[in-house]
């Protein structure tokens, strides 16, 4: 039972993001939309049938002030904060580790990591005063394994670091009423992936290294999400949830 809470889900105007901020408003969250980009912002909570409970809130997750702004915004617009789900992310084309440059890295562990930190460490002292809140963070499969042939060393590093600091939270504010988990996708179909899949054949060859045959949909991590912020997981916190059409089971 999710209704009445108040969610902040950070990388709301992506794929991902919007398919969250859509379940858990369906659910009867009032639920605050952050990220960079305005126009996809607004265009997520345009599908978001409830709009007196949905705020949208541009934020650059990298940088404390503006976090701390979108938390006030929220507090202003809801009086509380319950949830917060740190789906904001970023990846970079596979490249050889020593090809990379410092700003590539930078990049990733500004966003995948410091971001994440920002917002959580923002949102904690919230919760506390509250009597507690939940915290859903979005890793990957590949903060698990690496894939051969797949050159994501440093995203695999960010993500596995989304997946300790998870643990690591739960941990440490378990005893103030605070759940922290994690959901690690495999192929999520999306704008980045779809290209690939308008030829039938590559579409097969990539649905055929899942034991489910199907590539997962944005709305399959909204699931888990919603089910993490949910009575329903009660007893549940510092766990990784793979939602990833079985692959990680193979291998």
Same mark, same amino acid.
């Given at each position: ?18 398919? =969250? ?26 599908? =978001?049938? @409830? !709009?007196?409970? /949905?705020?949208? *809130?541009?934020?650059?997750? %990298?940088?404390? /002030?503006?976090?701390?702004? &979108?938390? @006030?915004? %929220? ?20 490249? #050889? ?8 890295? @930078? ?40 894939? +051969? ?9 960010? !993500? &596995?670091?989304? =997946? ?20 690690? +996708?495999? /192929? *999520?179909? $999306?704008?980045?992936?779809? #290209? ?11 649905? $055929?290294?899942? +034991? ?5 949909? +944005?709305?399959?991590? &909204?699931?888990?999400?919603?089910y993490l912020c949910s009575d329903d997981s009660k007893w549940v916190t510092g766990t990784v949830l793979m939602v990833d059409g079985g692959v990680?089971?193979?291998?």
């Amino acid at each position: 039972m999710i209704k009445g809470k108040v969610a902040i889900v950070t990388g709301a105007g992506g794929g991902v993001g919007k398919a =969250i901020s859509k379940r858990l408003a369906s659910e009867g969250c009032r639920v605050a939309l952050l990220g960079r980009d305005r126009s996809r912002l607004q265009k997520a909570a345009a599908e =978001i049938e @409830d !709009k007196k409970n /949905t705020v949208t *809130i541009t934020t650059d997750i %990298t940088k404390e /002030t503006e976090v701390l702004s &979108a938390i @006030d915004q %929220t507090i202003k617009a809801f009086d509380r904060v319950d949830i917060l789900v740190n789906n904001a992310g970023t990846i970079n084309d596979p490249v #050889p580790f020593h090809e990379m440059t410092e700003d590539q890295w @930078d990049d990733l562990m500004q966003t995948n990591l410091a971001g994440t930190f920002q917002m959580t460490k923002a949102v904690i002292p919230v919760m506390m005063k509250n009597g507690g809140g939940n915290i859903v963070n979005i890793s990957s499969v590949l903060g698990v394994r690496a894939i +051969p042939k797949v050159p994501l060393s440093v995203y695999g590093a960010t !993500k &596995a670091g989304v =997946i300790m600091f998870t643990r690591s939270i739960a941990v440490e504010y378990g005893q103030h009423n605070i759940r922290c988990n994690c959901v690690a +996708p495999s /192929t *999520i179909r $999306s704008s980045i992936i779809e #290209p690939y899949l308008q030829d039938e054949e590559a579409k097969k060859v990539l649905e $055929s290294t899942f +034991p489910l045959r199907m590539l997962g949909e +944005p709305e399959d991590i &909204a699931g888990a999400v919603a089910y993490l912020c949910s009575d329903d997981s009660k007893w549940v916190t510092g766990t990784v949830l793979m939602v990833d059409g079985g692959v990680s089971a193979k291998q």
